[in-house]
């Protein structure tokens, strides 16, 4: 009888560490087509088309948007000038634009006035409120100076 009970122990125990065999996963995250929008398009879900002031020139590189959320394509660590009187998620209730290509603002982001700097994702940093124009920027460390961070000659 101890043999037989010897036996069905060193049975079980071999069943439960014995490694289960590896299986293959395979993960697949679709993203989307990114939004196309005349002046950029917020960073966050549903991804809506941003309209003309809340993003400053130094989100765009020759008329080109660098993106926002999971469609960001800048350089690390971004954080560019916005206006937050824009962002529906802090009481915006104006006017959207329509998808559709770029269209460079008649002004230049002239009369552009920063409230805070937002990263792509469209979070906000809370220790730069920026206010101001374009060469107010330029002090604040952002772009406008067609460096890195995007902004500087827009084609037309």
Not at 72 to 87: L, M, S
Not at 124 to 129: E, M
Not at 135 to 151: I, M
Request: glycine letters at 20%; charged letters at 15%; a negative charge.
């Amino acid at each position: 009888m101890k043999k037989l009970v010897f036996a069905l122990t060193a049975a079980i125990a071999l069943l439960l560490f014995t490694p289960a065999p590896k299986a293959d996963a395979q993960i697949s995250i679709g993203i989307g087509v990114e939004p196309v929008c005349p002046y950029g398009y917020y960073g966050y879900a549903p991804y809506n088309c941003a309209p003309y002031g809340y993003y400053s020139d130094d989100w765009f590189n020759g008329g080109v948007f660098i993106g926002a959320g999971r469609w960001y394509h800048g350089g690390r660590g971004f954080y560019g000038h916005v206006n937050r009187n824009f962002d529906p998620r802090y009481g915006y209730h104006g006017s959207f634009p329509e998808h559709g290509g770029y269209h460079e603002p008649d002004d230049h982001f002239q009369s552009f006035q920063a409230t805070h700097r937002a990263s792509p994702q469209g979070s906000y940093r809370a220790d730069d409120h920026t206010h101001g124009t374009g060469g107010d920027r330029a002090a604040h460390g952002g772009g406008g100076d067609g460096g890195n961070r995007g902004g500087g000659g827009h084609g037309h």
